[in-house]
């Protein structure tokens, strides 16, 4: 006799199948305890072919993943048992429900749904951007639209990527006060992605003026990126190749420095300091320096020995410097996520305004040096930079 697990799990392989399943949610978990408290699965062509798409949703986060339908469909059995007490299935047919009451008894109900609602597969669905798809012509260029500006699937991601960048940083944009002729440096600036968005939404969106400049040092990305430039007619963005420590540049105004490997970020933030920046943005990368200087002999020693530990460690003493020597310099600093860790590992972004407020720079220069002693590290790069 089947079991009305085994019902419910042969009507979703069932609406799969037929590509009539509209949503599976799964709800009501077991352990009051975990931080997942829900997964929410829809169908989706890719490449590879049709899909499941699957999202946890965390207490702080959403994670993403697609799987072929087969596995898709193991996880889900897998997590009826293990995590959740309720799933909803709904199709174009039917509306399956399946409960486990308190006493583990399971409940399944089906009904015909009053109101039909068209399949799509579309778990990139766009909601409102601030960066639009239609007529842009470098997200074309990019290969994040096709040639009648559609979003491609592949690209969803980088898209939301890009927006996710440039909400964040509009809310810093909207409160600093910038010459009318302000300069954009964009440190690193790779394939362009996120400096032709910054770009699009400066002059679109604010209707501002800015020139702007993307620092790259491969010279066939300047070469593609400028290519780019001139069919969007951003005349006031360009790219130039060489690094982030030695370019000439004329006085930054606002400094962005995404990625940047290891002590390539101080170089950045040194930089932007030097300029007087109103604005410097750092997403960092690699945290090298500050790991091989670390030289722990109190109680502490016990985390740095393990090594993932250890670089863990090293990665917030260094960002937890600069945003400290930003702050002694007179920027007013915040510390957050940029991007899920679902997307890369790298993701805490560091951003700094220029204000009038006052901090107590000695103050700040001896509690770095306190943090310093006990991890036994000599100096932080950025402090060689600014000779402190």
Known sequence: MKTNKKIFIEKLQSAVESKKLIKLSLSAKKDKDSDLKKIIVTTVELKKGYSLNLVYRHNTKDITKNYETEEGIALISKAIDTDFNNAELLAENATVNLYTLPNGKIQLKTAIPSVQVPVTFTHDKIKEKLIDLKDNIYLRELGITNADFELRREMSDKYRQINKYIELLAPNLDELSLPENFHVVDMGSGKGYLTFALYDYLTTHLKLAPTMTGV?????????????????????????????????????????ALHACDTATDDAIFRGIQSNASL?????????????????????GNITKFGILKERQA???????????LEAFGYKTNVFEFISLEHTPKNVMIVGKKTKIKFEKQQILDNIAAIKKIYGIEKHYLETLLEI
């Open 280 to 300: 410097i943005v750092c997403a960092p990368c690699c945290h090298k320096q500050i790991r091989k200087a670390m030289n722990v002999t109190n109680e502490l």
């Open 315 to 325: 990665e917030i003493i260094t960002d937890t410097i600069r945003a400290m020597i």
């Open 216 to 256: 790259e040092f491969r010279e066939d990305l300047v070469n593609i990126c400028n290519t780019i430039a001139g069919k969007s007619k951003f005349d006031r963005l360009n790219f130039k190749k060489g690094t982030i420590a030695n370019t000439n540049l004329d006085k930054i105004d606002i400094l962005i």
